[in-house]
């Protein structure tokens, strides 16, 4: 190469280093331009590929990149219509945020966020730049905030998690895929999605697409499968002893992770634009209370259930059909050969009784329940029901009471079949049930010298603790009550008389045949000492009481007396009458027969029952 040649090269080298020096200092010439970002999706077919889903959920992955940058944050929408005859729509674009490890403190083991925007893409980068700086993550407030579901205001835009702790199955657990759910109410419906990225300039790439089509959502199908059976009794709050009636239902979807249930009572009741539903939740048991009633003093009502899907598709119908099965599980058919189906329904029917003795204005009315035993040939010492309620009408007309007093006597005859218990609608009458225990078969030759109302006491026991569990006021007055009843060491006696035996129950009603109760001295305000009444007393019985069983204090319970016998026996000193002032019910607990007491000292102690409960003055 001649010299001359090697002149000329460097004096265009020297010229362009002139120039570009020229445009570097003074600012002449365009600048190089930003480059858009590059999205791609990942785990799709090519673009002109469509995919036809049998589930409406989908994953879908994507990856973004910036050649002479950064992706700050990923935007997405896709495309939808109502029904084959509908024009297609977008739905509004969704920004998730590029970062992956946004850690914080007091998040309950839930500290990594994807964080989703609704700031504009102008403002994006600030948003980013916040988060991406944090040398130690977020702070404990602040990652607890979006572990509620709630958003930080970060550079003027909202920003929150999108997998909140209340959030099982969230869309986004890292920036880069989601799990989405393209509902569809025709038969297949198609979508496009689109996905593209944001670079540290705030500029959007093209986006990258990818066409599919999603099935039908199919609605789930809900029953209930726990509700009340019997008449209950309601009001308007729960409290210590009233949790609310039981109802439990369930769902079927064989298509989703997920269902949860939303519910009502008498929906047709409520105007139509404003009825209460439930918030959907994933409870299948529901305490209700008459506060969830249109007429909490109405007494037939209907509870409805309806299931939700993790698509957002709610049951309508209210019903389904289930195929009938035998007991070798084989389709069972009628006689044309077509299968039995049952129709299951998610509402039930049920009862209530919203006691009238909770309601304002009440006036007060007491029930004198007589269970005793009923003697025929009616003697003082072996009374009649009617000799009994008249002896218990007299000790409340000395306390100012006769005029409030009602009495039912429960009858159980076995010869004829007679058989009469107060139910719940009765009872729900009277603030305060009186019941009377104090007359036992005493006849020789017995092998049950504790004879009791034996018929179905389970269930006369359940409606006595109903109407107690729900408010009522009980004073017991009784000759061996936990076996008058056959009630044993029971609900009634443990959870309402608040008492237990103090050894083997039945060993004590063998030892009880030889005890010899003459009076019980009484505490907190009773009469100090009251006696039995030796008019009332057959010569064998030598002037006391047998078979009356003590029992200690059981929880809450109060002593109010203690036992006295003639021969300074076993069961001398020990309890015999038992207090339990509650916060719902209150109970008063005799463990020996006011009838064969002296009359001024039951009337003494009734009227001081009656005061302990605030019954006295009513």
């Not at 419906?189 to 790439?205: I, Q, R, W």
């Not at 989703?256 to 105007?271: E, L």
Request: aromatic share 12%; hydrophobic share 35%.
């Amino acid at each position: 190469m001649s010299k001359q040649t090697i002149v000329s090269i460097l004096s265009v080298i020297s010229l362009t280093v002139v120039v570009l020096i020229a445009w570097s200092c003074e600012g002449g010439g365009p600048p190089i331009p930003n480059t858009k970002p590059i999205t791609r999706l990942a785990n799709v077919p090519p673009p002109d590929s469509f995919i036809v889903s049998d589930n409406p959920r989908l994953t879908l992955s994507w990856i973004g990149d910036d050649p002479d940058g950064y992706v700050i944050a990923f935007r997405y929408r896709w495309s939808y219509r109502l029904n084959a005859a509908s024009p297609f729509e977008y739905k509004p674009w969704t920004t998730v945020l590029s970062l992956w490890n946004i850690v914080g403190g007091g998040t309950e083991g839930k500290d990594n966020f994807a964080l989703m925007t609704d700031a504009d893409v102008g403002n994006l980068p600030n948003v980013y730049h916040y988060f991406a700086i944090l040398l130690n993550g977020l702070n404990d407030d602040s990652a607890s905030v979006l572990v509620r579901g709630e958003s930080l205001n970060i550079a003027g835009a909202h920003v929150w998690a999108s997998n909140p702790r209340a959030n099982r199955f969230p869309v986004h657990t890292k920036p880069t895929s989601g799990t989405f759910i393209f509902d569809s109410q025709d038969s297949l419906n198609p979508h496009t999605f689109e996905v593209l990225s944001v670079d540290n300039n705030a500029a959007e790439g093209d986006p990258a697409r990818v066409s599919f089509g999603t099935p039908r959502v199919i609605p789930p199908r809900a029953e209930v499968i726990g509700y009340p059976d019997d008449t209950v009794m309601v009001i308007d709050q729960q409290s210590e002893t009233f949790s609310g009636i039981k109802f439990e239902f369930r769902g079927f979807d064989p298509n989703s992770r997920t269902i949860d249930y939303s519910w009502v009572v008498d929906r047709d009741q409520w105007p139509k634009e404003s009825i209460p539903w439930s918030p959907f939740s994933q409870n299948t048991v529901v305490y209700i209370t008459a506060n969830d009633f249109p007429d909490p003093y109405a007494t037939n009502h209907t509870i409805y259930v309806r299931a939700r899907n993790e698509f957002g598709s709610i049951d309508t119908v209210g019903f389904f059909l289930r195929q009938r099965f035998d007991s070798n599980n084989t389709p069972l058919l009628d006689s044309l050969g077509h299968p039995i189906r049952d129709t299951v329904k998610a509402q039930k029917n049920f009862i209530t009784i919203y006691p009238p003795f909770r309601r304002p204005a009440y006036q007060q009315r007491i029930l004198l329940l007589n269970i005793s035993y009923s003697y025929f040939d009616d003697t003082p010492s072996h009374p009649s029901q009617s000799r009994i309620d008249q002896y218990y009408l007299s000790l409340l007309g000395s306390i100012g009471k006769s005029s409030n007093v009602d009495v039912l006597n429960v009858i159980d005859n076995n010869n004829t079949g007679e058989h009469f218990f107060p139910g719940r609608g009765i009872l729900s009458n009277y603030s305060t049930v009186i019941l009377v225990g104090d007359a036992i078969d005493l006849r020789p030759n017995l092998s049950d010298y504790s004879w009791h109302h034996n018929y179905q006491w389970t269930t006369r026991e359940k409606i006595l603790l109903d109407y107690c569990y729900i408010g009522g006021k009980m004073i017991i007055s009784a000759w061996n009550l936990p076996w008058i009843l056959n009630a044993g060491i029971g609900a009634l006696t443990t959870n309402i008389c608040h008492i237990q035996n103090v050894d083997n129950p039945r060993q004590i009603d063998t030892d009880t045949l030889h005890t010899t109760f003459i009076g019980a001295r009484g505490e907190k305000g009773y009469p100090a000492y009251i006696r039995v009444d030796s008019t009332k007393l057959e010569p064998d019985w030598r002037g006391s009481l047998h078979y009356l069983i003590p029992g200690r204090p059981f929880g809450f319970g109060e002593i109010l007396y203690r036992y006295d016998t003639a021969k300074d026996d076993q069961f001398e000193d020990r309890t015999i009458g038992v207090r339990y002032l509650g916060v719902t019910f209150d109970a008063i607990y005799f463990g020996f027969p006011l009838y064969y007491m002296e009359q001024q000292g039951s009337t003494d102690a009734l009227r001081q029952a009656l005061s302990d409960i605030n019954e006295l003055n009513r």
